[in-house]
């Protein structure tokens, strides 16, 4: 391995390998250094237990940009699914529930008592959305344009942005207009008068931020999801091994390419001179020597540390550090031994995705303590049971649930140290009341607080996008004012992770949009 | 006899600042107002003998000074009077005056923290610059963002002329402003919990939001955009109380030939081959104009007095969707003396302006959480103003009326409607919440008012209580205010219009919905105000 390259991407998460196989594609020399051992960062498996393993981050596919296979080179075909079409099974502490299909034209599979009406309120919400949606999809793989001092190409974003709004039929338009600011609660009511539906609307906007449903901007997020979600053939999906098998087939498909990866080598310091990037430096002094860096660590790991505050203007390093990043969701993988009871009476439970949420309210007092650094008594969830669908998780007969857990703070007032076993035994405690039996059913837990996932991915906070997403941080807000066309104020710097325009989930939208704005710049 | 060229429903100061300038157009306009008295939210009232209360609005800033000159309220009796003042009292025993005068506030931030005090001047000046961008938006007409129009074309090309003087950052920081949290928005200047939480407690006045819901950091500007003797962002008392506003607007109106009944709660309008002719009282009588304006919020408007079949049934979906959650209530305490506040140093003036107890956004945003729960704040977030310091003319000699806003309180509580003994016990809460940094002042409470978003609601006829006449999110601002495409002044009606607080630019004791719906109406009839 020679030391001098094109390009540089630090970190191998979906959106630096995404980057890198672009990149490489249009014949750049590209190194990918990676900290952790193993490529994909959140979109990661492992063995959490002896025998177990688990998607250890990110357990579910639904937002991949319907570009990136193509791009990439990766053939969705040769990428072997555990299965599509996963359904939702949204439940309450009576065990009633709404199952729902994700995907192009979401719908009421079935339900415990929801009218005709009520099933129709479901796929006319869908379909009114969709129309809204699409022009947040159009938006997914472009740079944020500059609304001063702008390129040509940053006027023509803005004027087709323009024009696509114009296209709209007035009363689409002024509703547009209106419900982008609302919060989702609000809409949520408008538009059901099932609490079930209600609160699966909820969950879905909120799940990755610390804002509950009656924040304003939430609709933006629901919206911004779900733009992606309703394109996706396979609708909800996991991969045969995990996610981690995503991540792999990106790898692969960039080792083909000519792209070099580097696992265990964590950069610590971006080399620059005269404001120019000149390569990077690993925490064991070795160098690299490349002109161009992208960084797939977040904002401020790449900014603060890596560049280094001694390198930017102070206003810059205000800005960027008060960036709301402290992550919002915990996560618990549990080794089985045995499967549980069906909650609605039907074993095909543990092969959808599972929500508990009873109301809209449930999910907003939920919320409530995230603000003062507690976690709530009362959580909800989303629950997937992985190895259901793909055996080769787990020891035969035995099984892995994964557990997402929103609004769990970063830190604990009373610091984790002290509170991250009882936050344990609470949440097992909360799962006996709708899995009964499940506590003699445990083999072995694993806990990840936001702060366990800071250490172990590398990302400041442990945050889901890598910082707060909301109508107040999108687009040329996003990650923060003066970065958003994935560019940094160092010459030959970058950013590509989910902190950048359109956000987290495993979409590969941040890491396609650096790499096409690297290929534009001189 | 019964016979107008405009009537207004509700005299309200909206309403009347609306028909001050019809009457100037010289049109025959009648005022009809529900209650026994005028002014709306804007009264003054002898609820205890001898002793007015200004027992909605209390303080006046937000009144444009366009509306104040061009009505000659001066010359009706109108006199604003400035005062300095106010602090935020802490837990353990201190306190964070307010100043008017920058240089002396930046040395009161200096007691809690050096680096804010230094990061106040930043502060400053960026929410002026907001300030500044937001205000020529306040008495123009929203354009619509769909219509081919030139004036609505003209319009957004305003919006858009407005971003692009700032430069490329400020622009950035303005779409910001608007969408962002207070508390975001603070933590970014400010490290003292003290120091945010003072400022904050101007970002929920009147919201059904905490200082962290995102879309909070804009309210803090209803704070800054206070205008008296031409000063930005100082606050002054109406002499007289904030009833005298709507006494002098009245008087104005009757120098321009204008008439105003009241005791005339409007039941009905009148509609004849789809266009508004009258108005039916519950008394029965009618009167008739080609041109109706009501005063009233959206709901009142079109749920209650316009009769559904009149209007299309995806604008009545869109008014009932309409959001006007109440979050506060107020008490009105007629005092023997003037009560001590130990915290303070002797002689102190602080006293003289808004004094909250509110010392975090924490605890601020804890009391959201109660509302949010169907129940008032238990550690309420309270503006005690003692108006009778500067204006002694309310009450006896050596006594005092203190103004005291409170949040959060719900329309409805989680137990239901509001009993008797909730409000007393809402009441309880307040005053011992005051109580607690004024040892004397339970003792000097010679009669206390307890007003309830629901009596709010069913005396001054904000529905549910929300002193706005509607939350004021994104969602209900400039052209989405109060319908989309009905953010004009004009309704589904031809000659029916709206000119209250549920229209742009919102509530307050500002006048510029009233002024802006006169200028579309006069627009309508080829007339100029
Ligand atoms: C608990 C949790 C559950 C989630 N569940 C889902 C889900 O079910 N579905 C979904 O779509 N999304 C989910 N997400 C969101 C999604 O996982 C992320 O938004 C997405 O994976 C981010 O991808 P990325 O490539 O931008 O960043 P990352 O995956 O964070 O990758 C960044 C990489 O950079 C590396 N790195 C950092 N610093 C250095 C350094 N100094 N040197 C070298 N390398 C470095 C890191 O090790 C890491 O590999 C979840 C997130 C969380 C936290
Ligand atoms: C407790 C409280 C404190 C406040 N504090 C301040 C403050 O300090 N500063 C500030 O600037 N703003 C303050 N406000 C807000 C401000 O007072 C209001 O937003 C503003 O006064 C509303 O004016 P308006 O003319 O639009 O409507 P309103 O004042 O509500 O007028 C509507 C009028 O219509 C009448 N009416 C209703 N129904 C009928 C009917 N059927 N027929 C005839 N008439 C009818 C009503 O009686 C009323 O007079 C406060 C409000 C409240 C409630």
């Known amino acids: ?522 | 006899m019964n016979n107008y060229d405009a009537i207004v429903i509700g005299a309200g100061h909206n309403g009347l600042v609306n028909a001050c300038y019809l009457a100037r157009a010289d049109l025959k306009t009648l005022v009809l107002e529900r209650n026994p008295y005028i002014g709306g939210a804007s009264v003054t009232r002898e609820l205890y003998p001898g002793f007015s209360y200004t027992n909605c609005s209390y303080v006046c800033s937000l009144f444009r000074p366009e509306i104040f000159r061009q009505l000659e309220l001066s010359r009706h009796g109108l006199q604003v009077i400035p005062y300095d003042g106010g602090c935020t009292f802490t837990q353990d025993g201190n306190y964070l005056a307010t100043y008017n005068d920058h240089e002396a506030q930046r040395r009161e931030f200096a007691r809690f923290s050096a680096r804010d005090a230094e990061a106040y001047d930043d502060y400053a000046t960026d929410v002026m610059r907001h300030c500044r961008f937001i205000k020529p938006w306040l008495l123009r007409t929203p354009p619509d963002p769909v219509s081919r129009k030139a004036k609505d074309i003209k319009g957004l090309w305003q919006l858009y002329k407005d971003l692009q003087v700032l430069t490329e950052a400020q622009i950035y920081d303005t779409l910001e402003f608007y969408t962002i949290s207070c508390g975001d928005y603070l933590n970014r200047y400010f490290e003292s919990d003290v120091i945010k939480g003072h400022i904050s407690n101007s970002s929920i006045i009147g919201t059904g939001l905490g200082p962290y819901s995102p879309g909070s950091a804009y309210v803090l500007l209803h704070h800054y955009m206070g205008e008296v003797d031409g000063r930005i962002g100082s606050w002054g008392v109406a002499r007289g109380g904030m009833g005298a506003i709507a006494n002098a607007l009245a008087s104005s109106f009757k120098a321009s030939q204008g008439e105003i009944k009241t005791d005339c709660s409007v039941e009905n309008l009148i509609v004849k081959e789809g266009k508004a002719v009258g108005v039916a009282l519950e008394n029965g009588d009618e009167y008739y104009a080609d041109t109706i304006v009501s005063n009233l919020d959206v709901k009142r408007t079109f749920l209650k007095v316009v009769d559904k079949q009149h209007l299309p049934q995806d604008f009545v979906t869109q008014v009932q969707q309409f959001k006007i959650r109440g979050s506060s209530g107020k008490l009105n305490i007629a005092l023997d003396g003037m009560p001590t506040f130990p915290a303070l140093p002797e002689g102190s003036t602080a006293i003289r302006g808004h004094v909250n107890i509110i010392d975090s956004m924490e605890r601020l945003e804890r009391g959201y959480d109660d509302w949010k729960n169907g129940t008032w704040s238990k550690d309420p977030f309270v503006d005690l103003l003692i108006p009778t310091q500067t204006d002694p003319t309310m009450v006896p000699p050596g006594k005092q009326m203190m103004s005291v806003f409170v949040q959060y309180a719900p329309p409805v509580l989680n137990t239901g409607e509001w009993t008797e003994e909730d409000k007393q016990a809402f009441g309880q809460t307040v005053i011992d919440a005051i109580a607690q940094y004024s040892p004397d002042f339970k003792d000097l409470i010679l009669h206390a008012e307890i007003r309830t978003p629901q009596d709010i609601e069913n005396e001054a006829g904000l529905t549910q209580g929300n002193i706005f006449h509607g939350e004021l999110t994104l969602d209900q601002l400039l052209f989405n205010r109060p319908i989309p495409g009905y953010a004009q002044y004009r309704s589904p009606i031809p000659g029916f219009y709206m000119c209250g607080s549920s229209t742009h630019p919102g509530g307050g004791v500002m006048g510029a919905p009233g002024a802006n719906a006169a200028r579309e109406i006069l627009a309508d009839k080829r007339m100029t105000v």
């Open chain 1, 1 to 522: 391995m020679s030391n001098q390259y094109d390009i540089i991407i630090i970190g191998a998460g979906l959106n630096g390998l995404v980057c890198a196989n672009i990149l490489a594609k249009k014949g750049r020399k590209v190194l990918v250094l990676e900290a952790n051992k193993q490529v994909g960062g959140l979109a990661n498996t492992r063995e959490f237990a002896s025998g177990f393993k688990v998607s250890a981050g990110a357990h579910l596919l639904y937002g991949l940009h319907p570009d990136i296979y193509r791009l990439c080179d990766v053939q969705e075909s040769k990428i072997e699914f555990a299965d599509k079409n996963i359904s939702t099974l949204v439940i309450n502490q009576n065990k009633e529930f709404i199952n729902y299909s994700s995907g192009e034209d979401s719908q009421i599979i079935y339900s415990s008592s929801l009218s005709e009406q009520q099933n129709s309120d479901w796929s006319n919400f869908q379909n009114r959305m969709k129309t809204f949606s699409d022009i947040l999809f159009d938006l997914a793989n472009k740079t944020p344009p500059r609304l001063k001092n702008g390129s040509i190409q940053d006027y023509k974003t803005l004027f087709n942005t323009g024009l696509k709004l114009k296209r709209l039929d007035k009363q689409n338009l002024r509703q547009f207009l209106r419900i982008i600011g609302m919060n989702i609660y609000d809409l949520a009511d408008e538009s059901f008068t099932d609490n079930l539906q209600k609160a699966a609307i909820c969950f879905e906007s909120a799940l990755g931020t610390r804002l509950g449903p009656r924040a304003p901007n939430t609709v933006y997020n629901w919206l911004n999801r779900y733009s992606i979600i309703n394109r996706q053939p396979a609708g909800l999906s996991v991969p045969r091994g995990g996610i981690g098998s995503l991540s792999q087939a990106f790898a692969n498909a960039a080792l083909i390419k000519g792209v070099d990866i580097s696992v265990s080598s964590r950069v610590e310091k971006i080399l620059i001179a005269d404001n120019q990037v000149k390569g990077v430096q690993l925490s064991g002094g070795e160098k690299f020597a490349a002109r161009q860096v992208i960084s797939n660590a977040d904002i401020k790991k790449t900014m603060l540390s890596m560049v280094g505050p001694e390198n930017i203007d102070t206003d810059v390093v205000r800005r960027v550090s008060y960036i709301p990043m402290q992550g919002t969701t915990a996560k618990m993988h549990l080794a089985l031994n045995q499967l549980l009871e069906p909650i609605t009476h039907n074993v095909s439970d543990f092969q959808s995705r599972i929500i508990y949420a009873p109301d809209a309210d449930f999910i907003e007092r939920a919320s409530n303590s995230i603000k003062y650094n507690q976690y709530t008594h009362e959580p909800t969830f989303e629950i997937t049971f992985p190895s259901v669908q793909d055996s080769s998780l787990a020891p035969a007969g035995k099984h892995v649930m994964s557990v997402l857990i929103p609004y769990v703070p970063y830190e604990h007032k009373e610091g984790w140290a002290q509170r991250k076993e009882r936050f344990e035994n609470h949440i097992i405690e909360q799962l006996e009341y709708i899995f009964p039996g499940i506590h003699a059913a445990i083999e072995h837990v694993e806990t990840l607080t936001p702060a366990d996932i800071e250490r172990q991915f590398n990302i400041t906070g442990g945050h889901w996008h890598h910082g707060e997403i909301g109508l107040e941080r999108f687009m040329m807000l996003r990650p923060t004012a003066g970065f958003a066309q994935y560019k940094t104020p160092i010459d030959g710097l970058f950013l590509c992770g989910a902190d950048c325009h359109p956000g987290g989930d495993l979409s590969g939208a941040p890491g396609m949009n650096a790499a096409n704005t690297v290929l534009q710049s001189k």
